[in-house]
């Protein structure tokens, strides 16, 4: 049994190294090894620069870093990237290019800005009218390739379901929150796996079945996430149903997280699998998601201990220049589970930034 206080490093290396990968995140770029090719449309998923899932969770991971340490770099980061995106002009919209709005949502919500709104409402309102649809009205995980026909991927709550919760919140759209009550809602009916609580990677209504049935650990983490973090979007009270309902179903995941933890402290890339390589950016999403349902009193105090396990394996996988190692590329729907054991590392916005999430929830113990 570690001890909680044996897994403490000292305030001034976190926040070293937060500042650090701060520093490595905004300078990332892809030198043409890592474009994914959809016949012929080339797109980026790693350089800093564009506007894309990648980036949108790299903001949202360091402007919460700002929110809860006020940081004036981490805030100057995230203001200087919408600044060259809006002066580019905005991208198509899909799933994956809707995450960057869930950071401008809380942008707008501290600075008043009222150039963010028309980027706030057209894509809230793209989400609720015109993004694909599957069977049972979900929305549909369309990106810049394939349209995924008739697919629910867990990355959805997280990418487009966050963000029109948060936009719903702050421009009083009440149609907006139930829609995002409801995706949660199918999510998790097609996608946990009864048996051990965990999360498929995705579900398709055309054969009606998970693929590969992987549970892969970074699609995983994003639900460690996503649902703390729409309880507190729709500030969800104690007694309410759907919050009793998300809490059970986190509780579900955190505790088959437990079993599976690796002794370095973090998660394999298939999580029941311990011949598949170590992730590191999923285990940021679970120290990050465990940690801060602790902090909220979500879950048991118990977990505390597996997040600062996670935690103490990630701190090993910072290098001197700020990038996290270990760290598996953006990553479509596999047919086996070869597929996800076969997945290419190299340095992401996300790495960096789950990292971020988790250090920066850290900050929260010493307070």
Request: net charge negative; with cysteine.
């Amino acid at each position: 049994m570690i001890i909680k206080e044996e897994l403490f490093v000292p305030k001034e290396v976190v926040e070293k190294k937060i500042d650090l990968m701060m520093d490595n995140l905004t300078t990332i770029k892809d030198n043409g090894d890592f474009l994914l090719d959809f016949d012929g449309l080339k797109v980026d998923d790693k350089s800093w620069t564009i506007w894309n899932w990648p980036q949108g969770v790299g903001l949202y991971g360091i402007y919460k870093n700002y929110r809860n340490t006020k940081d004036p770099k981490a805030l100057q980061i995230v203001m200087d990237w919408f600044e060259a995106r809006m002066a580019e002009g905005a991208p198509p919209k899909n799933v994956n290019t809707m995450a960057p709005l869930l950071t401008m949502a809380y942008l707008y919500e501290d600075t008043g800005d009222s150039r963010y709104v028309p980027y706030l409402e057209q894509w809230a309102n793209w989400v609720m009218y015109d993004m694909p649809r599957t069977k049972e009205n979900g929305l549909q995980h369309a990106t810049y390739g394939p349209e995924n026909k008739d697919q629910l991927w867990d990355d959805t709550l997280m990418m487009t379901v966050l963000p029109l919760a948060k936009i719903g919140r702050l421009l009083d759209r009440p149609e907006y929150l139930e829609e995002a009550r409801y995706q949660f809602l199918l999510h998790i009916e097609y996608l946990k796996d009864k048996k051990t609580g965990l999360w498929y990677h995705g579900w398709t209504f055309e054969g009606n079945h998970n693929y590969a049935e992987a549970l892969w650990a970074r699609g995983n983490c994003w639900i460690t996430i996503a649902i703390p973090e729409i309880i507190e979007i729709l500030d969800l009270r104690a007694g309410d149903a759907f919050r009793e309902f998300l809490l059970a179903t986190l509780q579900a995941q955190v505790k088959a997280l437990k079993e599976m933890q690796d002794d370095s402290g973090l998660w394999h890339t298939l999580l029941d699998d311990p011949d598949s390589y170590l992730e590191s950016s999923a285990t940021a999403g679970f120290a990050y998601g465990i940690l801060k349902a602790v902090h909220k009193r979500y879950i048991d105090k118990s977990y505390e201990e597996v997040a600062y396990q996670a935690l103490t394996g990630l701190l090993e996988e910072i290098d001197a220049t700020g990038e996290v190692q270990h760290v598996s590329i953006g990553t479509g729907m596999g047919d086996d589970l070869e597929f996800y054991r076969n997945i290419g590392m190299t340095a992401m916005p996300y790495g960096q930034s789950l990292t971020i999430l988790a250090l920066t929830e850290l900050l929260v113990s010493f307070s």
